[in-house]
């Protein structure tokens, strides 16, 4: 068997890896809340699910859009798009559909663009490892974040809970201001 030398753990990666975890830690952690926040802001049940499920139907349809934009743009910009902050803004039902659509827009592009740039950091012979790390990020999000949301909201309320995941996405974004220009 092939020797692959040096880690995968170079401080792009690791800042990737960092912009990974805290972008879907902002976005996991605002998954339980919003339907509890939408119906106190005056939304039925049915509408409250339709705000919810709006997210996945905007981020299945802007996944081809997502792919033309980062085979053309510059990656870097394309990963500092973010809209968490606006549930915690806004509590009229248009707004709140506006930013889910935006929210389910980003995410399309910024999951995109995520896996393009750690693709272009691995080395070829470290990629298997290199992409089920990135994985494990978002893994961890998954599995921290929904539970912190829901305790949260319960001691802080719901819009600070917004408010949060806003800002753990703009450190997402800080991650990639010391990311080197990529492709």
């Not at 960092?18 to 879907?24: E, K």
């Not at 509590?91 to 393009?116: E, K, M, N, W």
Request: aromatic fraction near 10%; hydrophobic fraction near 45%.
């Amino acid at each position: 068997s092939k020797r692959v030398r040096g880690s995968v753990w170079t401080p792009s990666f690791i800042l990737m890896f960092g912009y990974s975890l805290l972008s879907n830690a902002g976005f996991f952690m605002t998954m339980p809340v919003l339907p509890r926040y939408a119906v106190e802001s005056g939304m039925s049940l049915a509408e409250a699910g339709l705000l919810t499920g709006i997210f996945s139907i905007v981020a299945i349809f802007a996944r081809p859009v997502a792919g033309m934009l980062t085979d053309r743009r510059n990656h870097k910009k394309l990963l500092m798009v973010f809209s968490t902050f606006g549930y915690g803004l806004f509590r009229d039902v248009p707004y709140l559909y506006a930013c889910r659509i935006l929210h389910g827009a980003c995410y399309a592009i910024s999951s995109t663009v995520q896996i393009s740039i750690t693709t272009q950091l691995l080395q070829k012979e470290r990629m298997g490892e290199g992409m089920s790390l990135m994985s494990m990020s978002q893994i961890l999000a998954m599995s921290i974040a929904p539970n912190l949301g829901l305790t949260l909201s319960g001691t802080i309320g719901n819009q600070n809970v917004f408010l949060i995941a806003g800002g753990l996405s703009a450190a997402s974004v800080v991650c990639c201001l010391f990311l080197k220009n990529t492709s």
